[in-house]
């Protein structure tokens, strides 16, 4: 852990909540993140209900990103996901997602459990990454089984005459992410249990905390005596239980724990 170190020109002084959380942090034997959409918005993603920017402002999600309309229209289906993966494909993580990763090098964070699937945590470094709700990092054939990366699926989709990217087999590709109408990896969720169990410390970045079995996971932590740290504008249900409470930008906010942290770039 490096000393504290001056406040650059230009920087602001880390508060209070952030010198708590800090704290907190130095003190725990295991600390995990757990990040919703709201920590990718800084990068230009928007989140998926804010009024006017939301992803199903001006979209049904049961008709365009449920299990069964990618099996009953996957035309429709793949004309979504088709420009989602445009949209995602050059998206650059933020200074948010670089603390996170730079906390984990430096010893002071065992993990991320993230619901978002748009591959950001792991081009900023994080290495320790759970992605319970999968990635667009790959597709995969439900028939045969077979995967192939973005880059490949998105020739097959440009190439398809009806715009449908297809296995070598001739099955319609599926985005490695979890729809709606389907359970969660077990093995992912499995991890993200036996890790918010275990944790002295949970940052929740980004997140309503409403969407289950995911928000199950604060509870747990909570649950084995440990501490909730709440980085996110807007309330959620665990708000009156947190140890921590930061509502602000999260770029921000992260910025600020890092200061009190007293971390380097």
Not at 43 to 68: C, K, Q
Not at 105 to 129: F, P, Y
Not at 172 to 177: A, H, Q, T
Request: include cysteine; hydrophobic fraction near 40%.
């Amino acid at each position: 852990m490096t000393g504290a170190r001056p406040i650059e020109r230009g920087r602001t002084p880390s508060g209070p909540q952030a010198r708590a959380l800090a704290e907190l942090i130095r003190a725990a034997d295991c600390a995990v993140a757990l990040t919703g959409a709201g920590i990718s918005v800084p990068s230009g993603i928007p989140d998926f209900r804010s009024p006017g920017t939301g992803l199903w402002e001006n979209v049904d999600p049961m008709e365009v990103a449920h299990i069964d309309a990618f099996h009953r229209d996957p035309s429709r289906f793949w004309s979504f996901y088709g420009e989602r993966f445009q949209t995602l494909e050059h998206k650059q993580p933020n200074r948010a997602h670089e603390v996170l990763a730079q906390l984990e090098r430096d010893g002071l964070l065992d993990a991320v459990i993230t619901q978002n699937v748009d591959r950001l945590h792991a081009r900023a470094g994080s290495v320790e990454l759970i992605e319970v709700h999968g990635s667009i990092s790959h597709s995969v054939c439900l028939e045969c089984r077979g995967r192939f990366p973005i880059g490949e699926v998105r020739s097959r989709h440009a190439s398809d005459p009806e715009r449908i990217p297809r296995c070598d087999c001739g099955s319609v590709l599926k985005p490695d992410v979890v729809l709606f109408g389907e359970y969660l990896p077990e093995e992912a969720l499995l991890r993200a249990q036996r890790l918010a169990a275990s944790a002295d410390v949970m940052l929740c970045i980004g997140s309503s905390l409403e969407v289950y079995p995911v928000a199950q996971l604060p509870e747990l932590t909570l649950a084995r005596g440990g501490k909730l740290a709440i980085l996110t504008q807007g309330p959620t249900p665990f708000d009156g239980l947190a140890a921590v409470r930061m509502g602000g930008d999260v770029v921000a906010e992260l910025e600020a724990l890092s200061e009190a942290l007293g971390l380097t770039r």
